[in-house]
């Protein structure tokens, strides 16, 4: 009713005096007056979008952290647990590139709010009909939601990459721990294991022994009782150490001289063999740790005591 009252008010006016034109300013005023205040809805939107940026920037940095520290632990720790924290890191990567690929969609969006601003200029400049530039605004609008859109894409995709790294991250601690645990221990050594947790079975091993020569009585001890279990409790062990026990007894259970079949065992556990008066082999090409026997077996019981004997030398 208002515009067909204002289109009645045009036909009684002429068309170029200045009664027609302040009119027409005045039109022009209500509308630029309403683009502003699209203009301020669509500034708040960005800068929720902005805060939602720098809010998975920080997640990002964050993750990153934790990441280098479990990296440092892990190096010190295991040599074997290199191979998934470069995967951790090519997914780190990962993260960053998703998160310049958030940065440039926020430029695009500083870049079309800049748009909107000379739109607005030039609106005011050429005095274009508010018809037209309502449905300018409305394809801005289209085009904003179409980036929320993506932005939301893009942060669940962040969201699934961070509960992955947790849960590898998990793979590699014991379980009912935490990167912040208070009570996590890091040990260092310039030994390196010469199978899959050698140093860190070790020390499981040595303190069942401790648990195992404290007194029956629970009221001695008791503390160092509870210490001891609850490492025990808290670090389960692979049992690598134990299986390749159990091998060498069994490859040297019914020992009649040496064979190309237990040569080639002994050469998968890690053995090097050189042969000359008697059989010496070395473990994983360590001088220090040699160990010879003889070609031709004394009686039934020297595989046993080999067995034994080796099992001393390296356990």
């Known amino acids: 009713m208002g515009m067909l009252r204002l289109t009645g008010f045009y036909h009684r006016l002429p068309r170029y005096s200045p009664a027609y034109w302040k009119e027409r300013l005045s039109q022009l005023e209500h509308s630029y ?3 502003n205040q699209r203009h301020e809805q669509l500034i ?28 440092e632990g892990v190096d010190a720790q295991l040599e074997s647990t ?15 590139q998703l ?6 969609q926020l430029d695009q969006l500083q870049h079309e709010n800049q748009t909107l601003r000379s739109s607005c200029a030039y609106f005011e400049k050429c005095a274009i009909s508010t018809e037209e ?38 793979h590699h601690r014991p379980p009912g721990l935490t990167t ?8 260092y050594s310039n030994e390196m294991d010469f199978y899959p947790d050698e140093t860190y079975e070790l020390i499981l091993r040595l303190i069942a022994e401790e648990m195992n020569r404290l007194p029956d009585d629970p009221n001695y001890y008791r503390r160092r009782r509870d210490l001891l279990r609850s490492l025990l409790d808290c670090n389960p062990s692979c049992e690598h150490q ?31 063999l050189n042969d000359g008066n008697h059989y010496k082999i070395i473990w994983r090409n360590d001088q220090r740790y040699v160990f010879s026997f003889a070609k031709t077996p004394s009686d039934r019981r020297a595989g046993r005591n080999i067995a034994r004997d080796l099992i001393h030398l390296l356990f």
């Open 180 to 187: 912040y645990n208070r009570n996590a221990i890091t040990l």
């Open 44 to 71: 708040q939107k960005y800068q929720k979008v902005r805060q939602r940026l720098q809010g998975l920037e920080q997640e990002n940095e964050q993750l990153h952290q934790q990441l280098a520290e479990r990296k």
């Open 99 to 104: 998160h310049q690929q958030l940065q440039q």
């Open 242 to 272: 134990a299986r390749i026990r159990a091998q060498i007894e069994e490859l040297f259970s019914n020992y009649t001289g040496m064979t190309k079949p237990l040569e080639g065992r002994l050469r998968e556990l890690g053995f090097s």
């Open 133 to 170: 530039r309502y449905a300018s605004l409305q394809e801005q609008h289209r085009l904003l939601e179409q980036e929320h859109a993506q932005l939301q894409a893009h942060y669940q995709s962040l969201q699934q990459e961070h509960i992955q790294l947790q849960a590898q991250l998990s």
């Open 82 to 96: 290199e191979q998934p924290l470069r995967e951790l890191a090519q997914e780190n990567q990962q993260l960053r």
């Open 33 to 35: 007056y309403d683009l």
